[in-house]
């Protein structure tokens, strides 16, 4: 049975959707921006053998969400006190500032610092998620959080093409500084847009985290969705780091490898974009486990082919296909903790939740890197494949156990 609360009358909903979709948008827009020239700049900063630069660039990839994932349960617990919203723009805010610093770094050790503390200093999304979760209505939760999802989405698969265009007039670092404007556009459009009803909870009444979760009507239940969103961030990333190069293997040295690479990349965000919304609302219909399943085991169907492709075309069709199944797995799984929990640790569940999702984006390219090179590009996506398996049956079995809803 749904433990959430009813979300309050006065407070525009559908508004605030609009808003934090807005909000998603430029964070996600924000990062990507940076995100194809990182090796550049870091070899801008001093780096230039080849092997301590992709070192570098590895590191300053991996380390934002090493450190997100350490701080997003502390920032859950202060949303939990003194509300989502002023998490929203502490983030927004806190992000815009690191970017401009990013632009004025004149060492790899303090570019690295700050990416470090870009990830401290993050959240916008996973605290946009549990604002929106917290107030729409239980039987829209699915559509809401699916198109809430689809705003970071469609601004990360905008970013960097924005990015290099803007590298390419203005120079590497001015790109930074634009960052940072679109942040503070953010910023002020949540502050002055977003409405919140939030009663403040004294410290001494906030649950540890031990309580957290005997609060829970289904802890394990609770438990196996972090794990289940940490293995299809392991599933997303894995194949990250051998993507381009796998194309080259199918397609040979051809003129536009990299625009050929680089449409291959974003074809399931575009996939996602056009479907979450839509797998959202039959996840409201239906059930979002039943979605989280079905999904599970068309990821695993869709994969393994992936690893028998003979040109560069059929990859593209198999990755969009991949894009619209994995465009329901974090709206179902983001709906289903709704379910499990109330309004009171709302904010830690969702932290606890993208600390698990950062984790899997660290691990997932780590595991391809290693699969790929012990054994080659195809069984990455095989190994892979049965991953995800695992994920379908841990889940499966866990969910038969949940009650029924009413």
Same mark, same amino acid.
């Given at each position: 049975m749904a433990t959430t609360d009813l979300p309050s009358s006065t407070v525009n909903w559908q508004k605030n959707l609009f808003v934090?979709?807005?909000g998603c948008f430029l964070t996600g827009m924000a990062f990507s921006l940076v995100m194809p020239f990182l090796p550049l700049y870091i070899e801008q900063l001093g780096v230039s053998d080849a092997q301590a630069l992709n070192l570098w660039s590895g590191l300053a990839f991996s380390i934002t969400f090493l450190f997100s994932? +350490?701080?997003?349960?502390?920032? $859950?617990? *202060? !949303? #939990?006190?003194?509300?989502?919203?002023?998490?929203?723009?502490?983030s927004a805010l806190g992000m815009a500032i690191i970017m401009v610093l990013m632009g004025m770094a004149t060492s790899v050790w303090q570019f690295l610092v700050l990416r470090a503390?870009?990830?401290?200093?993050?959240?916008?999304?996973?605290?946009?998620?549990?604002?929106?979760a917290t107030q729409v209505p239980l039987k829209r939760s699915g559509w809401a959080l699916g198109w809430l999802s689809t705003g970071?989405?469609?601004?990360?698969? +905008?970013?960097?093409?924005?990015? $290099?265009? *803007? !590298? #390419?007039s203005f120079g590497l670092r001015p790109v930074f500084f634009i960052t940072a404007a679109v942040l503070f556009l953010c910023f002020i459009m949540t502050l002055l847009a977003i409405r919140e009803e939030f009663v403040p909870v004294q410290k001494k009444d906030m649950?540890?985290?031990?309580?957290?979760?005997?609060?829970?009507?289904n802890p394990k239940l609770v438990l196996s969705l972090f794990v289940t969103t940490l293995i299809i961030q392991v599933a997303t990333g894995s194949v990250a780091p051998i993507l381009t190069l796998y194309v080259r293997d199918l397609a040979g040295n051809i003129e536009n490898l990299a625009f050929v690479s680089g449409a291959i990349a974003s074809?399931?965000?575009?996939?996602?974009?056009?479907?979450?919304?839509?797998?959202g609302k039959l996840g409201d219909r239906i059930g979002p486990e039943r979605v989280l399943i079905a999904m599970l085991i068309l990821s695993v169907l869709l994969l393994i082919p992936m690893s028998l492709v003979q040109n560069p075309l059929q990859l593209?069709?198999?990755?969009?296909l991949l894009g619209a199944a994995d465009g329901a797995l974090l709206p179902a799984v983001q709906t289903l903790l709704i379910y499990n929990v109330s309004n009171s640790v709302a904010g830690r569940i969702f932290s606890y939740n993208q600390s698990f999702r950062d984790i899997g984006n660290v691990t997932g390219p780590l595991i391809g890197a290693m699969v790929s090179a012990h054994w080659g590009f195809r069984a990455v996506f095989v190994v892979t494949a049965a991953v995800v398996l695992f994920n379908a049956f841990y889940s499966w079995h866990t969910l038969r156990r949940q009650p029924a809803r009413p």
């Open positions: 934090a979709w807005c994932a +350490i701080a997003s349960p502390f920032w $859950g617990g *202060l !949303a #939990d006190r003194k509300g989502r919203k002023i998490m929203l723009l502490r503390l870009l990830g401290l200093l993050g959240g916008f999304v996973p605290n946009a998620n549990a604002l929106i970071a989405v469609s601004g990360a698969l +905008i970013g960097p093409l924005i990015g $290099g265009l *803007l !590298a #390419d649950l540890h985290a031990r309580q957290v979760f005997t609060s829970l009507k074809v399931p965000g575009v996939a996602a974009l056009l479907c979450a919304p839509r797998l593209g069709i198999l990755r969009f």
